[in-house]
């Protein structure tokens, strides 16, 4: 696999950074199997190299620094496109398997993956935390997030249905509880404002308040659940208004959380006082 980016001549030092943060992110989860997740990294971090080389295109003095990136973006690209076979394999090993296991077999299959955030650590955008489960087979969104109130937790949440809106062509609904902030005097309009943008994309949007809502999780119609602990504002606030991050998430550090990802088959087995023990 492709060497580290971070000890070679820096130019575009934020941006360089952010992908050589991504692509070793990819590389630790292509390690471990996880292949649908190291794919999105993958890409993710190509396209930031590709913006660094655009930058220095017209810089003759950097020829040497174009060409050492351009091969090792070459590199990453010819990785993901063999981890994407292997994805595409697995699919199909999966259907046969399914299709000759017992009934009994199949619905005591467990989907469950845990990924630790760790403080300060970038390429966990909603686009790699999410992407991978939206599709054009979800209809509808549930989203459950007790701080939805603020001004930027509200643009958070305008950012996760942007996403979602782009990659889910049959949606027809996204429905967020959260709770209600007195102080917060934009709170509703800033939703309503939202819905009515929604609508004219012919998606219903509809919020409701619980001021005992404690959990943060979000549920697709396809039976993924994704529960993060700090809810959509697990990211760091941004340093400035133009730096890299301010708006594309996947460059903006974290803070310290975990996200819990299962399949609603996942829970068939349990018991609801084991729900509410965890």
Known sequence: M????LGKPKYGEDMESAAA?????AVDM???EQYTVALVLYHEG?????????EIKNDSTKAEKKEYLARKADEYVSRAEIIKKLIE?????????KSTEPETKKSAEIHRELIKIESGSTGYGYTSVFG??????????DIEDPYIRTSHQCQNLVRLCELIVQKCRV??????LTTYEQQEAEQISRLAELKESLASRNISFNFSFNEELHDRQITFSSGWV????RGLDYFKPSKGRFVLGSCDLELRPCRETTIDIFHISHLKGETKSDEFNK
Not at 21 to 25: E, F, Q, S, V
Not at 89 to 97: E, G, M, N, T, W
Not at 132 to 141: A, G, P, S
């Open 132 to 141: 991978r489960f939206l599709d054009d087979n979800i209809t509808y969104v």
């Open 46 to 54: 190509v396209q930031l190299l590709c913006n660094v080389m655009k």
């Open 171 to 176: 949606l027809t609904r996204i429905s967020l």
């Open 30 to 32: 292509d390690k471990k």
């Open 226 to 229: 994704i529960k993060i602990g």
């Open 21 to 25: 943060a991504i692509l070793k992110r």
């Open 2 to 5: 492709c060497g580290s980016l």
């Open 89 to 97: 394999k697995k699919k199909l090993d999966d259907v046969h398997k």
